[in-house]
């Protein structure tokens, strides 16, 4: 799910991409599928052509950029009520909104705010059965859209003009403004019948459903919304929620029959694909240049390029919003997380250049002499460029002698575009003496691979695999640009309950094994010899990758130890006086008697129950202790594991987590079937850029700090995240509170030091830093979120929260905050209008929809087949994703392959995850970055069959295929090249797995089209929006 990361083909690395990063694609979703009629409505949130714009009532919008997605009934400017009106109750804009204080924190036990009388997701159940109880909180939502841009340009009406009321959702999704975005969400239904209008408006008579009157009162236009999406006849006016409003003027319409009961059309709710498609074609073209402060970055899934004019690119740091609150009121008043995901060492496309490497020599970087920020593009020069001033704590510090330079007539100094300290938002210094550990540069890291060899991993084959592709991979270690081979040393080390310690010293002629047997005191019974050069050592490492498999390919040794391979490790790296990496290859729980033994805890019966936390958590505080001396030594462990049942990821994955390493999971390993993505991504995980002995902080301007971290890391205080390693694909994320009032003028600074160790050996820092607005308006905060991020800071902030409450207690919490946040912006931001209506921030209009995502996740809501391990290692592995990544884990991308132009490099465009998208006779791709479904339709032609599969029917084709055939046809060749661009922007190989359609695989691949209802209870997106609209109500009333 991350970004390719790979340097060769990859496209950019985190450049938005046509399906996520990297590639040049057309269209990803939003082309109307054959044989449905076009939309005859305007722009989705757009101005419907042919009217004048009325202008919006003071207070209301307060930009033409706000635009806050309504769904619901339409236009300002021809809005059946007149903007005082009582419309359902109480208006917005005075009811007192109750909010519960600023941040939940997750108490153990402690009971959550009432989200509600319905807190878990499960109740939105099978549909009721009869109308009145099904409408009673969904009278009278209708969608449409409020919007002050121009109209659109003559030719963009598709048919008719849009009416007043669209048709669909019951929520209404009033875009609050803002330009107009785009066609209307991509499969449209067939249009109503039309009811002709008269009235004082020019242009063309509109078209629309008029609901059924309710008793005693005149018609009201638009559907009511049902709780299970149908729209049926209200039976008069429900709880909660008035009547139809009173009074409503009629222009002229006729009340007519009923219309048919008909479901809620899902094309008029937001749709991801749409927003991912016109940021595409908005900001895909031109460069994102980050000299300015405070930009909103183009989505994750948008294909740019970046250029650094003083800010860092956002393929290192993103934030949940570009203009924060002035002051802590304003922040807690809109519960809007201050957050930035930080990917310190993210690989760039190949047409962005490398943050350049500074050497002030033995003086090493300036610095502010109070806070220790380093020079950076924001400092100003005072005093002729004799002292500077610094931004963060506004301390000012005489300029070294061998510093000074000149200020020309604007107060800049006249070396600015020479030195990238000054210019950029990016860049790296060589770190002196006094950064390194006890005074002294370090050592080269080294690489120790350790095998298990317990019966299972030879019986698979595993061992033999192992040996056989570190033959060729020891000559691809990761090396400094310019170097003929790589500095890194390596090790081998092999074990079962006993381990076995290799000598590979380049003047012996044949390896000699070393036998530990004392695992509760491990130690190291070789120095010399051990930690070896390959080129080198060449002969005997080939010698004993040979005879590995052989000298164990009898073995009946079936159990296992844990933690003293971990202490080995560390302690080989402690003699050698180096950083380092631990690849392990590992196969069973530990059940042999040794440190960090484990026992078999798993406990199906634990889930829904306030003990399900303890899943999560490790069973014994062995590994935590394990972890930190580790990290001090600057050992990293990534963890291979091939379990064929239950193995405790929970406890095992302690120190990889606290490392910095990575975990990576192959359950019921068979060779035919796993060998490529294993292989894949141990190549991959040995080959990609590394940071060292690692040391984060983050420093900010005043006003706010750094309160709290998320990812894999280590912390002993409250400030330094550590990390004994730090790979291009980790992300930290930081959250931000108010400690003092901010302005608008200063705005707010970021800056981001990481002290790393090359994998040359060299000690660097390497600086981020970021400049964002300040206000005092709600408004431009809503207007300058990111709804990406948001999700990614949400996703980690409640997967950490199951550590220690009840999932249900952060379910609730989760759908808690994210109402008040819409909330917010519905009494705050958003002009009066009916409580019916559903108004979404245009930047949040996807909150809801990957909320939901989110919630239904096997970590918060696990399916049937999940087991603990799955759930554990989901968790591990989405702490420290990068946006790009937990956009298509939590939506993943589904790509209909049969429309895919052969003759073309492009990707066919995405449709929206829902069964109903799918057609009998299509073949789709649907990715999430573990995993890669292609999907059959029963209905397929012979002919496609036969390209793609090499067989006659579609009876013939195999479930077990891991990889498609080589076929020597256009169809074969393009859809296999889709997949092979889809595994390059991932940072893991993802699995294939076929899909036929009605076979009993089909059910594992409809938990990932996260639109719909899911088998364990999941609310569809549709009944998600009504609860979240329920839940708003409830907060504003």
């Known amino acids: 799910m991350s970004v390719n990361q790979q340097t060769h083909t990859g496209p950019p690395y985190g450049q938005p991409q046509p399906g996520y990063q990297g590639y040049q694609q057309p269209a990803y979703g939003g082309q109307p599928l054959p044989g449905v009629p076009h939309s005859q409505y305007g722009v989705y949130n757009g101005p419907m052509p042919g009217y004048q714009q009325p202008v919006p009532p003071q207070g209301s919008v307060r930009a033409p950029s706000t635009s806050g997605t309504s769904l619901s009934s339409g236009h300002l400017g021809y809005s059946p009520f007149g903007q005082g009106d009582v419309q359902n109750g109480i208006p917005a804009s005075t009811a007192p909104m109750q909010r519960p204080p600023a941040s939940q924190p997750f108490l153990p036990g402690s009971a959550p705010v009432p989200v509600s009388q319905t807190s878990m997701l499960q109740q939105y159940g099978p549909p009721p059965a009869s109308v009145q109880q099904l409408s009673n909180h969904m009278a009278g939502m209708t969608i449409g859209s409020t919007s002050t841009s121009a109209p659109p340009p003559a030719g963009l009406g598709y048919g008719a003009p849009r009416p007043p009321t669209m048709p669909g959702p019951p929520l209404p999704v009033q875009t609050a403004a803002g330009p107009p975005t785009s066609q209307p969400n991509h499969v449209s239904s067939p249009p109503p019948p039309p009811s002709t209008l008269s009235g004082p408006y020019p242009g063309p008579p509109m078209s629309g459903l008029r609901g059924p009157p309710p008793p005693t009162h005149p018609p009201q236009p638009g559907y009511q919304m049902q709780q299970n999406g149908s729209f049926e006849q209200v039976r008069g006016p429900q709880t909660n929620y008035g009547g139809a409003y009173p009074g409503t003027p009629n222009y002229g319409s006729q009340p007519g029959p009923p219309p048919p009961p008909k479901r809620l059309d899902p094309d008029s709710i937001p749709s991801p694909i749409q927003v991912i498609e016109d940021d595409r074609s908005n900001r895909g073209s031109e460069p994102f240049v980050t000299g300015v402060r405070g930009q909103v970055p183009p989505l994750v899934t948008t294909n740019f390029l970046v250029k650094d004019q003083g800010n860092a690119s956002p393929r290192y740091i993103r934030c949940t919003s570009y203009n924060i609150p002035c002051t802590s009121d304003m922040a807690k008043q809109s519960q809007v997380p201050l957050a930035a995901v930080i990917k310190p060492l993210a690989t760039l496309p190949p047409d962005e250049t490398l943050p350049y490497l500074v050497d002030h020599g033995e003086s090493g970087p300036v610095r502010c002499n109070r806070c220790k920020a380093y020079m950076c593009p924001f400092m100003q020069f005072i005093e002729g460029g004799r002292r500077f001033q610094c931004c963060f704590c506004s301390c000012v510090t005489e300029v ?135 080129n080198e050592s060449r002969t005997v490492i080939i010698s004993l990758l040979d005879q590995i498999p052989e000298m164990f390919a009898d073995t ?43 026992k078999n805890r798993d406990d199906k019966k634990l889930i829904n129950t306030d003990k399900e936390k303890t899943l999560f958590q490790p069973q014994t505080s062995f590994y935590n202790n394990l972890a930190k001396d580790c990290v001090a030594q600057g050992c990293c462990v990534d963890l291979f594991l091939f379990p064929n049942q239950y193995l405790d990821v929970a406890t095992l994955g302690i120190v990889t987590y606290q490392t910095g390493g990575s975990i990576y999971k192959y359950a019921y390993f068979q060779l035919e079937t796993d060998q490529d993505r294993f292989l894949n991504d141990l190549r991959r995980d040995v080959q990609k850029e590394v940071g060292f002995d690692a040391v984060m902080r983050v420093r900010t301007s005043t006003g706010i700090r750094a309160t709290d971290f998320f990812g894999a890391f280590f912390m002993s205080n ?14 930290i994320t930081v959250e931000f509170k108010h400690d003092d009032k901010l302005s608008e003028d200063s705005g707010a600074l970021l800056q981001c030091a990481l002290l790393y160790t090359s994998c040359a050996g060299q000690r660097r820092l390497r600086i981020h830093n970021l400049s964002l607005n300040c206000c005092t308006q709600l408004a431009d905060l809503y207007r300058n979120c990111e709804t990406d991020t948001l999700i990614n800071y949400l996703a980690k902030y409640a997967y950490r929260g199951v550590l220690n409450s009840p999932v249900k207690t952060v379910r609730d919490a989760l759908i808690n905050q994210c109402a008040q946040i819409l909330a917010c912006y519905r009494k705050n931001c958003a002009s009066p209008s009916s409580a019916g209506q559903l108004i979404l921030p245009e930047c949040m209009k996807l909150l809801p929809v990957y909320l939901n995502c989110v919630l239904k996740s096997d970590v918060l809501q696990p399916g049937l087949e999940v087991t603990t391990d799955d759930r554990a290692y989901i968790r591990q592995l989405v ?80 479930s077990t295929l891991n990889t498609l055939p080589v076929l020597e046809n256009p169809f074969s060749k393009k859809v296999r090249s889709i997949i092979d661009m889809l595994q390059v922007q991932r940072s893991r190989y993802m699995k294939l797995i076929i899909v036929k359609q009605e076979d009993k695989l089909e059910m594992l691949f409809k938990q990932f089209l996260v639109e719909d209802k899911s088998l364990t209870g999941g609310a569809s997106y549709v009944d998600f929006l009504c609860h979240m609209h329920k839940e708003i109500r409830q907060l504003l009333s």
């Not at 560390?570 to 069973?588: R, V």
């Not at 409250?718 to 992300?731: F, H």
């Open 400 to 534: 070294p002698p061998h510093y000074f330079q000149h200020l020309d007539h604007t107060g800049k100094r006249v070396d600015f575009y020479d030195r990238p300290e000054l210019s950029l938002g990016s860049y790296e210094f060589l770190a002196t003496v006094d950064y390194c550990k006890n005074n002294k540069f370090p050592s080269p890291p080294a690489f120790i691979f350790m095998i298990d060899v317990s019966y299972n991993a030879v019986k698979s084959g595993l061992v033999r695999l192992i040996c056989e592709e570190l033959k060729s991979l020891l000559d691809y270690l990761p090396r400094e640009g310019n170097m003929e081979e790589s500095a890194i040393r390596v090790g081998f080390v092999t074990y079962n309950k006993v381990l076995h310690f290799y000598n590979v010293k380049s003047s012996l002629a044949q390896p000699q094994m070393m036998v530990v047997s004392d695992v509760a005191d491990m130690f190291v019974p070789l120095l010399d010899g051990f930690l070896v050069n390959v």
């Open 556 to 598: 009946r040794e079936t159990e296992t130890v844990f933690g003293p391979v971990i202490q080995a490790g560390l302690e080989a790296l402690k003699a050698a006086e180096c950083a380092g990496k631990l690849f392990i290859f590992h196969t069973s729980l530990p059940i042999a008697e040794a440190p960090g033994k484990l």
């Open 718 to 731: 409250t400030t330094d995240v550590e990390m004994a390693g730090l790979d291009c694909d980790k992300t």
């Open 879 to 958: 702490t420290s994703m990068d946006v790009a990544e937990t956009n298509v884990f939590f939506y993943p991308r589904l790509l209909p392959v049969t429309k895919a132009d052969v003759d073309s490099d492009s990707l066919p465009a995405a449709i929206r995850n829902s069964e109903e998208r799918l057609s009998k006779g299509d073949i789709y791709l649907l990715e999430n970055g573990l995993n890669i479904f292609v999907w059959v339709g029963v209905n397929v032609q012979q002919g496609l069959i036969q390209n793609l599969f090499g067989v006659s029917s579609f009876s013939q084709i195999s």
